[in-house]
C-alpha cells in the first residue's frame, strides 16, 4: 500500500490521527482513510486506501491543528 501526502482533505474521509511531521517541530498532518473508523480497526476492508494531509500553518498543539484541519474540511461541504 502506497500513501499519498495531500494538501486538501479528500472529501468523504475520515481522520484517524493527527501528529507531527517531524519530532519537535510546529508542522503538522492528518491520517485520513477512505473506510469508516470502525470497519477499519475491525480488519474488514483489504483495500483500504490512506493518505497524509499536510495542515496549514504551525501549530504549538495538536488540538491546535485539529480545530485547523477541522475548519478546512467543513469548507469543502
Known sequence: MTTE???TPPAGWFVL???RK???A???VALM???HPNEYRAGFFLHTRECFVNIQGTHRSRD???D???SLMATRH
Open 33 to 35: 482513510i477512505d473506510v
Open 26 to 28: 510546529r508542522e503538522w
Open 22 to 24: 517531524k519530532a519537535h
Open 5 to 7: 501526502n495531500l494538501e
Open 17 to 19: 490521527d493527527v501528529m
Open 64 to 66: 491546535a491543528a485539529w
Open 68 to 70: 485547523v484541519l477541522e
